[in-house]
């Protein structure tokens, strides 16, 4: 199965970024080219009922899959960056991390009031960075039609929070 094969070459660094947080690394992944393209046909194949407008991807890690994802069904990807990162108008939310806290940012013009948005992001944990990103989505009228991560800290409980957008989350691998 697919999770056990991306499980296999997930590098998990110890007390990054701070002590205590075991921190599950996909860029190991990003040296198996043919496990990234199984990663978007099982994907692409979850989401095949979804209607889907766009992807939204999570700075950073979320643009490496989410693009590709978006690439492969044909629909538009739109970044959601760190505060100051986009040059042009954007909508901002406040959100707290694990570890800190954070703001968030789209540009303002890129979604469509009625649009059905996929948030893919490389790691689910206590959900804060996709409520992020389901509240800007909101905030210009569209809908979160679903999510896809690549890794689910299930302990966490990061999915609980989520429902309140769309029941329908996809984890490739869970812990």
Do not use: C
Not at 89 to 94: E, F, N, P, R, S
Not at 154 to 161: E, S
């Amino acid at each position: 199965m697919i999770d056990k094969e991306i499980n296999s070459v997930l590098r998990e660094i110890k007390d990054f970024p701070k002590k205590g947080i075991n921190f599950k690394d996909i860029t190991s992944l990003l040296l198996y080219p043919k496990l990234g393209s199984k990663i978007l046909d099982f994907l692409a194949e979850k989401l095949n009922s979804t209607k889907l407008d766009a992807i939204v991807g999570v700075e950073s890690r979320g643009f490496l899959f989410g693009y590709a994802l978006a690439m492969k069904l044909q629909i538009p990807f739109i970044p959601a960056r760190k505060a100051g990162k986009l040059p042009g108008l954007v909508v901002q939310t406040k959100y707290s991390l694990e570890y800190g806290q954070a703001m968030l940012e789209v540009h303002k013009n890129d979604i469509k009031a009625g649009w059905n948005i996929l948030i893919h992001d490389d790691l689910l944990a206590t959900g804060g960075t996709a409520v992020a990103a389901s509240e800007l989505i909101k905030m210009l009228g569209a809908n979160v039609a679903g999510y896809a991560f690549l890794i689910s800290l299930k302990r966490l409980n990061g999915d609980k929070k989520l429902t309140k957008f769309s029941d329908n989350i996809i984890s490739l691998v869970n812990y």
